[in-house]
């Protein structure tokens, strides 16, 4: 059954997402909606032949092909007031941005439970490449309590929303890998770099060397999840899978776009909206 998706936010997450959707034949764009006509990412979409506005949600809500999803690609202060607007109007909301508003979902780990809500929060990007593995690495070492996972992405790939959201990041992406893995004390670190050329999305995920009582299993459930998330990822890689280095152990992956809006050093917009993408299609 074809899914109406409506996309909120024609930023660099947005029209990733929205280039992404438009390779799915299940799914129909019925609006992408900002608040400034002159916006780059209208006039994609518009050269695209898609619907758009610059009225924000409230065109979305008035349009007569109603759509079954909204995806909130704005910024976190916005989510509250748009979840209400589509909860009132009876569209399930997918967030995008860190506002820890609705369930949190990482789909190799949560899915079915997550689809059952209304709000579904998409975490981002460190947190889809890192709880896959930090659930691994729990599950193999019952007592670990402690997990650091820093995150790089490109200045190229951060939009506006993002550098006002980085402390929304953190403590959304610190609060999802603490309730979906049960891991108690969590550190996690985003670097934005400038490089030129722009470098590709990393994951670093770093634990104490004495808390891996069972490494061969620990490696065994790391590739399980890798490839559990590989199934709607494609450009998941793993750099280390996992490797002690004095006290520290590390586990590292790297994540290729698939040049749908930037080029594939955009692993951070990747892997976020496949994971988005996973959920409309299981909805
Ligand atoms: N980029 C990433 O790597 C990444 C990864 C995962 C999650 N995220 C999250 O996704 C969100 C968007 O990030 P981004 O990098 O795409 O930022 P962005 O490029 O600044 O995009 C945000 C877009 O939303 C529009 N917007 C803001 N408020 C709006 C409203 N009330 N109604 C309609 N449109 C509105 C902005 O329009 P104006 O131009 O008029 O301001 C802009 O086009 C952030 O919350 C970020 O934390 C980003």
């Known amino acids: 059954m074809t899914k109406k998706v409506a996309i909120l936010g024609p930023g660099n997450i947005g029209c990733d997402l929205l280039c992404k959707c438009l390779k799915e034949e299940e799914i129909e764009v019925v609006m992408f909606a900002g608040r400034n006509y002159n916006s780059k990412g209208l006039r ?28 909130d690609a704005t910024s976190a202060i916005y989510h509250k007031s ?11 909301i997918i967030d995008m941005t860190p506002a820890n508003y609705g ?13 059952k809500e209304d709000n579904i929060n998409m975490i981002s990007c460190g947190g889809q490449s890192s709880i896959p593995i930090c659930y691994a690495i729990k599950a193999s070492n019952a007592d670990l309590d402690y997990i650091e996972v820093v995150s790089t992405i490109s200045s190229a790939s951060a939009g506006l929303a993002t550098r006002r959201n980085i402390s929304n990041y953190i403590n959304t992406t610190e609060n999802a890998i603490m309730n979906l893995t049960g891991i108690k004390n969590v550190k996690v670190i985003i670097n934005i770099s400038p ?10 995920i770093f634990v104490e060397t004495q808390q891996i009582i069972n490494y061969q299993e620990t490696i065994a459930n790391i590739k399980l999840m890798s490839d559990k998330t590989r199934e ?27 040049g749908d809006y930037f080029e594939e050093y955009a692993g951070n917009l990747e892997i976020i909206n496949c994971a988005a993408l996973k959920v409309i299609k299981n909805l």
Do not use: W
Not at 82 to 92: P, S
Not at 103 to 115: K, R, Y
């Open 232 to 258: 709607y990822v494609k450009g998941l890689k793993n750099i280390i899978i996992l490797k002690s280095f004095g006290e520290k152990t590390l586990s590292q992956i790297e994540i290729i776009g698939s």
């Open 103 to 115: 369930i949190s979902c990482c789909p190799a780990i949560n899915l079915t439970e997550c689809i």
């Open 82 to 92: 748009h979840y209400e607007v589509a909860k009132k109007n009876k569209i399930l």
């Open 195 to 204: 490089a030129i050329p722009p470098i590709r999305m990393k994951t670093s």
């Open 44 to 71: 994609l979409a518009s050269s695209l032949g898609v619907p758009i506005t610059d009225r924000s949600i409230d065109a979305i809500i008035k349009l007569k092909n109603k759509p079954d999803i909204i995806v």
